[in-house]
């Protein structure tokens, strides 16, 4: 079993950067692939980034490519994302997910443990 903890969560400006945690609990963490998903009023919930424990594989939707970044510290049991150059449609509730598998899933469905999300907004 893992439980999930997302902070970091805010009020920015376009342009602006956000750091968001997930902490992790459970024995299974260090074998768990890491994602974030985000989801927006009237949205599905879709895939952001995600990070293998296997063999370090790193996915990242196409756009937040060269500007959000997935990072992972097991010894912390914890995953960040890093969200540069944030953008209005950057708005969403951010949800951290975790799976036990060597894959990067991008779908949502893929996932059975997830946290309560955090609300970020960008305004311009």
């Known amino acids: 079993q893992v439980q999930l903890v997302e902070s970091g969560g805010g009020l920015v400006q376009a342009g602006g950067s956000l750091r968001l945690s997930c902490a992790a609990s459970?024995?299974?963490?260090?074998?768990?692939?890491l994602a974030w998903f985000r989801q927006a009023p009237g949205k599905e919930r879709e895939f952001v980034a995600g990070?293998?424990?296997?063999?370090?594989?790193?996915r990242y939707a196409d756009s937040v490519k060269g500007r959000f970044t997935i990072s992972r510290d097991n010894a912390k049991n914890t995953v960040y994302l890093q969200m540069n150059s944030l953008k209005v449609e950057d708005t969403a509730v951010y949800y951290c997910?975790?799976?036990?598998?060597?894959?990067?899933?991008?779908?949502?469905?893929?996932?059975?443990?997830w946290g309560q999300g955090t609300q970020v907004t960008v305004s311009s």
């Open positions: 459970g024995r299974t963490f260090s074998t768990c692939s």
């Open positions: 990070k293998s424990w296997y063999n370090d594989i790193t």
């Open positions: 997910a975790a799976e036990r598998t060597i894959w990067v899933p991008t779908q949502a469905h893929e996932y059975n443990y």
